[in-house]
């Protein structure tokens, strides 16, 4: 069945560093690709996202990317600081003929001050 | 983004009972999930409410056990029936815009079975 695979499972980084989360997909008709974060406690946030035909977005920040031939897509964290301390999830979606969406399971991400 | 609520934010429950999960949207939305998440794990759909009609069950969920109910496009309810402790867990209702694009999550119900 459909799956998406997400690594690394934790990381660790020092605040100023770059964090990179990468994920894979499997289903080739996933066609839009969000990304959460989900602090302690609360219930996962949007905080980017991208669709199929783009191959790079950025706000502040983050970026994603989206390599559609290799179906892989990465988070990327720039200047981290602790409060980027969270769990990420990736997702891989499909919003034709309805709405599915499969999870990665989750990189939990330490930023140390 | 719309805002969802859900009520009740956490609920102990004793094994055998049941427990009816709301979620209100401000909005009207176009499509309603329930999900559920374990300690320290991803999400996991449990299905679909449909407004109107029957909820879509993904595999490993039925209807006697998470009956769902959607009357409206702003409000949908999960109950978790028959409780054991194997339903602890956090419910999360999730709502996705017209576009079909953004998907986003209530806050969650923490369920405690003992």
């Known amino acids: 069945g459909e799956n998406v695979e997400q690594h690394p499972s934790t990381l660790s980084v020092q605040e100023g560093d770059s964090a990179v989360i990468k994920c894979t997909y499997s289903?080739?008709?996933?066609?839009?690709f969000p990304w959460y974060k989900q602090e302690l406690g609360k219930r996962p946030q949007l905080i980017i996202d991208?669709?199929?035909?783009?191959g790079e977005k950025k706000d502040q920040r983050i970026a994603v990317t989206l390599n559609k031939t290799a179906k892989h897509f990465s988070l990327h964290i720039t200047e981290t600081q602790p409060e980027d301390s969270a769990v990420y999830f990736c997702?891989?979606?499909?919003?034709?003929?309805?709405?599915?969406?499969?999870f990665g399971a989750g990189t939990r991400l330490f930023v140390k001050a | 983004s719309a805002v969802i609520s859900q009520k009740p934010s956490r609920d102990i429950c004793q094994r055998g009972t049941s427990l009816t999960i709301q979620c209100q949207v401000d909005?009207?939305?176009?499509?309603m999930f329930w999900y559920r998440q374990q300690p320290g794990q991803s999400l996991t759909l449990i299905a679909t409410?449909?407004?109107?009609?029957?909820?879509?069950?993904e595999s490993g969920f039925v209807i006697d056990k998470f009956p769902i109910s959607r009357p409206n496009l702003t409000f949908s309810t999960l109950t978790v029936s028959n409780m054991s402790p194997e339903d602890s867990s956090i419910y999360l209702c999730?709502?996705?815009?017209?576009?079909?694009?953004?998907?986003?999550f209530g806050p969650g119900t923490r369920l405690t079975v003992t």
């Open positions: 909005s009207q939305v176009t499509m």
């Open positions: 991208i669709r199929s035909n783009v």
């Open positions: 997702a891989a979606s499909l919003n034709t003929g309805g709405f599915k969406t499969i």
């Open positions: 289903d080739s008709a996933s066609n839009y």
């Open positions: 409410a449909n407004q109107g009609s029957e909820a879509t069950y």
């Open positions: 999730s709502v996705v815009n017209r576009g079909l694009y953004e998907q986003y």
